[in-house]
């Protein structure tokens, strides 16, 4: 297959999840992201906020503010097709951004330098820590300068045993299902 056969392909059947299979899957991989060692001791963590039934990340953002520790999520910059990151406080003044992504109503930039622990969405990933984003580019170019752990959010349907990849697509460290952690190497304890 393609990668573009597999965009399609994966998001079809995300749109078949209902809204109680969406809340299911994610509890599981709620408990294995919070197991892991670089959440536990991160003090900024940054997270995409979920949309179009991906894995969802609102009560992850709940559950570190909780915790106390510093949030940030991507804001989309469509005509540069970038992100950049932005803290946030809960999940309180968010608006509607490009692709009708939640972002900060108010924009208190952060550099990627300052986050412990990346939490990334993808269409597709395999066990070599590889992943197929959107087909824009976004992740790969944010990740360019990125030193901490990444971590993939999957439903146990978009993992493969492999996916084609090319020399610019960035690796995660982690990859979590509702089913697994997937750890890639051995940079990071699990
Ligand atoms: P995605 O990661 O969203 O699945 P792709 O990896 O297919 O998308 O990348 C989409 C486009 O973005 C490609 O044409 C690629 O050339 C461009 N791109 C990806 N990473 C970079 C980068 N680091 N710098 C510049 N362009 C990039
Ligand atoms: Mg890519």
Do not use: W
Not at 91 to 108: M, V
Not at 142 to 168: A, M, S, V, W
């Amino acid at each position: 297959m393609t990668k573009d056969e597999l965009r399609t392909n994966i998001r079809a059947q995300r749109r078949a999840l209902n809204t109680n299979d969406i809340y299911n899957l994610s509890t599981q991989i709620h408990k294995y992201l919070f197991s892991l060692e670089c959440i536990k001791t991160a003090k900024t963590v940054c997270t995409f906020l979920s949309a179009f039934k991906e894995p969802d990340t609102f009560e992850i953002v709940k559950r570190l503010s909780a915790e106390k520790k510093r949030i940030a999520v991507p804001v989309t910059d469509i005509e540069n097709t970038v992100l950049s990151l932005s803290y946030i406080s809960g999940t309180n003044s968010l608006i509607k951004g490009a692709y009708g992504i939640y972002e900060p109503s108010e924009i208190r930039p952060v550099s990627i330098s300052h986050i412990d622990a990346l939490i990334i969405p993808g269409l597709a990933f395999d066990r070599q820590g590889n992943r197929m984003g959107f087909g824009k580019g976004y992740y790969d170019r944010l990740l360019n300068d990125c030193t901490c752990p990444k971590i993939g959010l999957c439903y146990d349907f978009q993992l493969f045993d492999e996916i084609p990849t090319e020399p610019h697509d960035i690796q995660m460290n982690f990859i979590i299902t509702e089913k697994e952690i997937i750890t890639v190497g051995e940079k990071y304890a699990v």
